[in-house]
């Protein structure tokens, strides 16, 4: 449920099964990104894995959009209680690292100890909204975290309760736009029923997903050839369909005109998503006739998928007043202020040719060459994009 934020999560152990329905009471051992859910989907999720009022033990491994910063490996217990009808209170903390007997040390859960946290989700408006109250207190070494990364983890943006609720406040509004009946026409460009939207929402999802995996961690990746068929060829929007109030949360799909190469013609499938912590840009390149369906409506969990993208995150610095000021600044009676920085990680990825024997420590020179020109002339597009 949240792609950016989890990287792994395992029930470990069944401790204590409940007495009472909808999670009242529960002390339980539990991945992080069930305490983000909305009062009606801790309710759907406790009684769709038969959880009820249990005690768990689990794991969750906890990332941010980049693979400079470490996981973060969480064992902590957490106790629930509905404090009234719309009112519940979920409190969490660290285990010591002995609770499992046997276990084995590990390096990253000694770097990272959640004290006591948790938040208070509250409904209102008659069920139309929730208020959540969040407190993250977590303690952490900074060694492990390189020196460019660290005002912005130290800040909150990387791991805080800020970016768990802004990660919930996308999930929520995802969901929302993807069961509406009312959304506008512009709101919803190239897709005329319900189904083709929930069905390309979905296999956008997926590729978010997919992504997100790919930025925390290292793989082993075996490159191909860039090919470069020259010229330039057309590429016309023919969806457009929201999936969040800010015009940032939307998924393109981009037809791209045929070539004599590619006769059947390919569609780009494009996810953006914004918040105050960070922003993402997932694409992937589909054949149109397998695209085309899933805009009509058909299932598109067998839609595959390899997609490249980037994050941009803030850096994590506040802006203050500049040392020195222009003329201009100061004829029209204007502070300057030092521009904060923006941290961003490209990722790319594509199928290997065919029989390939290609390895990362042998990657042809040619393949490693057109690589590298790919990845600047994106960073390129990127700061043009942004005005950096």
Same mark, same amino acid.
Request: charge should be positive.
């Given at each position: 449920?949240?792609?950016?934020?989890?990287?792994? #999560?395992?029930?470990?152990?069944?401790?204590?099964?409940?007495?009472?329905? !909808?999670?009242?009471?529960?002390?339980?051992?539990?991945?992080?990104?069930?305490? !983000?859910? @909305?009062?009606?989907?801790?309710?759907?999720?406790?009684?769709?894995?038969?959880?009820?009022?249990?005690?768990?033990?689990?794991?969750?491994?906890?990332?941010?959009?980049?693979?400079?910063?470490?996981?973060?490996?969480?064992?902590?217990?957490? !106790?629930?209680?509905?404090?009234?009808?719309?009112?519940?209170?979920?409190?969490?903390?660290?285990?010591?690292?002995?609770?499992?007997?046997?276990?084995?040390?590990?390096? &990253?859960?000694?770097?990272?100890?959640?004290?006591?946290?948790?938040?208070?989700?509250?409904?209102?408006?008659?069920?139309?909204?929730?208020?959540?109250?969040?407190?993250?207190?977590?303690?952490?070494?900074?060694?492990?975290?390189?020196?460019?990364?660290?005002?912005?983890?130290?800040?909150?943006?990387?791991?805080?309760?800020?970016?768990?609720? #802004?990660?919930?406040?996308?999930?929520?509004?995802?969901?929302?736009?993807?069961?509406?009946?009312?959304?506008?026409?512009?709101?919803?460009?190239?897709?005329?029923?319900?189904?083709?939207?929930?069905?390309?929402?979905?296999?956008?999802?997926?590729?978010?997903?997919?992504?997100?995996?790919?930025?925390? @961690?290292?793989?082993?990746?075996?490159?191909?050839? #860039?090919?470069?068929?020259?010229?330039?060829?057309?590429?016309?929007?023919?969806?457009?369909?929201?999936?969040?109030? !800010?015009?940032?949360?939307?998924?393109?799909?981009?037809?791209?005109?045929?070539? #004599?190469?590619?006769?059947?013609?390919?569609?780009?499938?494009?996810?953006?998503?914004?918040?105050?912590?960070?922003?993402?840009?997932?694409?992937?390149?589909?054949?149109?006739?397998?695209?085309?369906?899933?805009?009509?409506?058909?299932?598109?969990?067998?839609?595959?998928?390899?997609?490249?993208?980037?994050?941009?995150?803030?850096?994590?610095?506040?802006?203050?007043?500049?040392?020195? &000021?222009?003329?201009?600044?100061?004829?029209?009676?204007?502070?300057?202020?030092?521009?904060?920085?923006?941290?961003?990680?490209?990722?790319?990825?594509?199928?290997?040719? @065919?029989?390939?024997?290609?390895?990362?420590?042998?990657?042809?020179?040619?393949?490693?060459?057109?690589? &590298?020109?790919?990845?600047?002339?994106?960073?390129?597009?990127?700061?043009?994009?942004?005005?950096?």
């Amino acid at each position: 449920m949240f792609p950016s934020m989890i990287t792994k #999560a395992a029930t470990l152990e069944v401790i204590h099964a409940g007495e009472n329905d !909808h999670l009242d009471g529960i002390v339980q051992l539990v991945i992080q990104q069930v305490l !983000h859910n @909305a009062i009606p989907l801790i309710e759907e999720w406790s009684a769709y894995n038969n959880l009820t009022d249990s005690c768990l033990q689990m794991f969750a491994e906890v990332q941010t959009l980049t693979p400079l910063v470490p996981t973060r490996e969480l064992h902590f217990l957490r !106790h629930c209680k509905k404090l009234g009808t719309n009112k519940w209170a979920i409190v969490d903390v660290s285990l010591d690292n002995n609770f499992e007997p046997g276990a084995q040390t590990s390096s &990253t859960l000694r770097m990272c100890l959640k004290k006591p946290s948790g938040c208070i989700v509250e409904e209102q408006s008659l069920g139309r909204c929730c208020k959540v109250t969040w407190v993250e207190h977590v303690k952490c070494r900074e060694a492990a975290v390189p020196s460019m990364y660290r005002t912005v983890t130290a800040s909150g943006l990387a791991f805080g309760a800020r970016r768990w609720v #802004a990660a919930l406040g996308l999930q929520c509004e995802r969901v929302v736009f993807s069961v509406a009946t009312n959304v506008p026409t512009w709101g919803s460009n190239g897709v005329a029923t319900l189904s083709g939207r929930q069905s390309v929402l979905k296999l956008a999802q997926r590729m978010t997903s997919s992504l997100c995996r790919v930025i925390g @961690a290292s793989r082993d990746l075996a490159w191909s050839k #860039a090919s470069n068929h020259g010229g330039t060829r057309e590429i016309r929007s023919y969806v457009t369909m929201r999936k969040g109030d !800010h015009r940032g949360n939307r998924v393109t799909a981009y037809a791209v005109e045929p070539s #004599a190469e590619e006769p059947r013609g390919k569609w780009i499938l494009q996810d953006s998503s914004t918040s105050p912590c960070e922003s993402t840009v997932a694409y992937a390149t589909i054949d149109a006739a397998v695209l085309q369906p899933v805009v009509y409506g058909d299932d598109s969990s067998a839609v595959a998928v390899l997609p490249c993208g980037f994050v941009v995150m803030p850096d994590g610095r506040e802006a203050r007043p500049a040392v020195t &000021t222009s003329r201009k600044d100061k004829e029209e009676g204007r502070t300057a202020v030092e521009s904060t920085g923006s941290l961003v990680t490209l990722v790319f990825q594509f199928q290997a040719l @065919a029989g390939s024997s290609a390895t990362d420590a042998a990657l042809p020179t040619d393949a490693v060459k057109a690589l &590298t020109r790919l990845v600047f002339c994106t960073l390129g597009n990127i700061k043009k994009a942004l005005h950096c």
